[in-house]
Antibody
Framework: QVQLVESGGGVVQPGGSLRLSCAASGFIFNTYAMHWVRQAPGKGLEWVAFIRYDGSNKYYADSVKGRFTISRDNSKNTLYLQMNSLRGDDTAVYYC???????????????WGQGTLVAVSS | DIQMTQSPSTLSASVGDRVTITCRASQSISFWLAWYQQKPGKAPKLLIHKASTLESGVPSRFSGSGSETEFTLTISSLQPDDFATYYCQQYNSYSRTFGQGTKVEIK
C-alpha cells in the first residue's frame, strides 16, 4: 500500500533553515510527480511546491519562491524540501502529496503523508 | 494566480440533509477541479477529481458538478462521518491553489 512518511520538522529561529524529507513506498516513485502542501495552525491548505516525476520541472508558490527548494532522489524514493530564510508565517504542518496519475502533469493528489510540524519562533 | 473562492465558509446541517458547497474560480479552469475532505488532525482525502469523477472507495452520496469557473460538491444525505472541512483545488495551472475551505458542522 502507498505510504508517505515526512520527517525533519521542528522548531527553528527566524532566518534559519530546515530540510524536510518524505519517504515514499508502495508505488513506482520515479513515475509520479510530487508536491508539498502546508497548513498553518487553524488555517486552510496552501500548495507550496511541485516536482515532475524525473525532477526536470519544479514550480513554487510565490510565498516561498527563492527561499524553498524542492528536490527528489528517485534512487532513494525520497522527496525533499529545503527551506531557507524561514519566517514566522512559514509555521505550519507540511504535507507531501502524490499525484494521482503517473507521468501526468495535470493531476490532483491522491495520497498524503501524515504531516510534519515546522514552527518558526525565537 | 488563479483564485478559488468557496461558499459558505461554515455550514450547519443535520444528519440526512442534502448539502451543497460552491467553489468559484477567478478564471476558467475547464474541469480541472478536485474536492478534498479533511478531519481535524488528519491529512486531506481526495473525494472527487476532474470536477465530477468520484475517487475509488468514496461513497456515492458525494457528487461533483460544474465546469469553467463554477463548481459544486453535493452530499445527498449527510452522514455522521461527513462532518469535516471540505476544500476545492484547481490543477489547471502550475500553481495548484485551494479554496479557503467549508466547515460542515452539526446543527
Amino acid at each position: 500500500q502507498v505510504q508517505l512518511v515526512e520527517s525533519g520538522g521542528g522548531v527553528v529561529q527566524p532566518g534559519g533553515s530546515l530540510r524536510l524529507s518524505c519517504a515514499a513506498s508502495g508505488f513506482i516513485f520515479n513515475t509520479y510527480a510530487m508536491h508539498w502542501v502546508r497548513q498553518a495552525p487553524g488555517k486552510g491548505l496552501e500548495w507550496v511546491a511541485f516536482i515532475r516525476y524525473d525532477g526536470s520541472n519544479k514550480y513554487y508558490a510565490d510565498s516561498v519562491k527563492g527561499r524553498f527548494t524542492i528536490s527528489r532522489d528517485n534512487s532513494k524514493n525520497t522527496l525533499y524540501l529545503q527551506m531557507n530564510s524561514l519566517r514566522g508565517d512559514d509555521t505550519a504542518v507540511y504535507y507531501c502529496a502524490k499525484a494521482l496519475s503517473n507521468f501526468d502533469f495535470w493531476s490532483p493528489f491522491d495520497y498524503w503523508g501524515q504531516g510534519t510540524l515546522v514552527a518558526v519562533s525565537s | 494566480d488563479i483564485q478559488m473562492t468557496q461558499s459558505p465558509s461554515t455550514l450547519s446541517a443535520s444528519v440526512g440533509d442534502r448539502v451543497t458547497i460552491t467553489c468559484r474560480a477567478s478564471q476558467s479552469i475547464s474541469f480541472w477541479l478536485a474536492w478534498y475532505q479533511q478531519k481535524p488532525g488528519k491529512a486531506p482525502k481526495l473525494l472527487i477529481h476532474k470536477a465530477s469523477t468520484l475517487e475509488s472507495g468514496v461513497p456515492s452520496r458525494f457528487s461533483g458538478s460544474g465546469s469553467e469557473t463554477e463548481f459544486t460538491l453535493t452530499i445527498s444525505s449527510l452522514q455522521p462521518d461527513d462532518f469535516a472541512t471540505y476544500y476545492c483545488q484547481q490543477y489547471n495551472s502550475y500553481s495548484r491553489t485551494f479554496g479557503q475551505g467549508t466547515k460542515v458542522e452539526i446543527k
